[in-house]
């Protein structure tokens, strides 16, 4: 019996003189280095470029309401204006699916409100507004008793807070998301009654932003 002499097919074979493996390795190595190399330049590019995060400051906020009406169920309503800033000469940002909401002594004391996404150019700023409101929002025993003792004080600290995600745009390129948050202190004066008319603050305060 004669012995084959075609090889089996777990073995590389040739046709027409075409070496398949190694067509199939060089293959390989030329789509590597292509993505080795794209991924470099995007690399050395953001290397360069060293995106800086946005800045926000607060403009002004209101406060329409912040009662109780229970011992543990709070009405508010707050009105506030941001300025956000995009810090950075080449590199654009895109904002998706901002929402912001208030808190006081750690305590969240509206419901979260939505922002429109929108893109931010270089070195470009925009004006955010926002509608805050909570109804029959519960509250820990002691919101009541702060509340009474800033009245005494005749001042009261609201945290205005944006969380959300940000993409980096350079050139064509645009990043992954990556979560931001947005931390804004309001100073208010506060008198003995709880406000008939809005609290307001105009400070102009910076906020704290991380990325």
């Given at each position: 019996?004669?012995?084959?002499?075609?090889?089996?097919?777990?073995?590389?074979?040739?046709?027409?003189?075409l070496?398949?493996?190694k067509?199939?390795?060089?293959?390989?190595?030329?789509f590597?280095?292509?993505?080795t190399?794209i991924?470099s330049?995007?690399?050395?590019?953001?290397l360069?470029l060293?995106?800086?995060?946005?800045?926000f400051?607060l403009?002004?906020?209101d406060i329409?309401?912040?009662?109780?009406f229970?011992?543990?169920?709070?009405?508010?309503?707050?009105q506030?204006?941001?300025?956000s800033?995009?810090?950075?000469?080449?590199?654009?940002?895109?904002y998706?699916?901002?929402?912001?909401?208030?808190?006081?002594?750690?305590?969240?004391i509206?419901?979260y409100?939505?922002?429109p996404?929108?893109?931010q150019?270089?070195?470009?700023?925009?004006i955010?507004?926002?509608?805050?409101?909570?109804?029959?929002?519960?509250?820990?025993p002691?919101?009541?008793?702060?509340?009474?003792r800033?009245?005494?004080?005749?001042?009261?600290?609201?945290n205005?807070?944006v969380i959300g995600r940000?993409?980096?745009?350079v050139?064509?390129?645009v990043?992954?998301?990556?979560?931001v948050?947005?931390?804004?202190?309001?100073v208010?004066a506060?008198?003995?009654?709880?406000?008939?008319?809005?609290l307001?603050?105009?400070q102009?305060?910076?906020?704290?932003?991380?990325?």
């Amino acid at each position: 019996m004669s012995q084959a002499l075609t090889k089996s097919p777990k073995h590389c074979g040739n046709k027409h003189g075409l070496n398949i493996c190694k067509l199939y390795k060089n293959l390989f190595l030329l789509f590597s280095t292509f993505g080795t190399t794209i991924l470099s330049i995007i690399l050395v590019v953001w290397l360069i470029l060293r995106p800086t995060k946005p800045e926000f400051s607060l403009k002004e906020a209101d406060i329409y309401q912040l009662n109780l009406f229970s011992s543990y169920l709070l009405n508010s309503s707050v009105q506030l204006t941001l300025l956000s800033k995009n810090p950075n000469q080449k590199v654009g940002i895109y904002y998706d699916e901002l929402q912001v909401y208030a808190a006081y002594k750690g305590q969240q004391i509206t419901v979260y409100t939505s922002l429109p996404p929108f893109y931010q150019g270089h070195e470009d700023s925009n004006i955010l507004t926002a509608s805050l409101v909570g109804i029959g929002l519960p509250v820990g025993p002691s919101f009541g008793y702060e509340m009474g003792r800033d009245q005494t004080a005749g001042r009261l600290v609201l945290n205005l807070k944006v969380i959300g995600r940000l993409r980096w745009k350079v050139g064509v390129w645009v990043s992954g998301k990556y979560r931001v948050n947005v931390d804004c202190l309001a100073v208010m004066a506060f008198g003995p009654a709880v406000p008939t008319g809005p609290l307001t603050t105009r400070q102009g305060t910076q906020c704290s932003t991380n990325v």
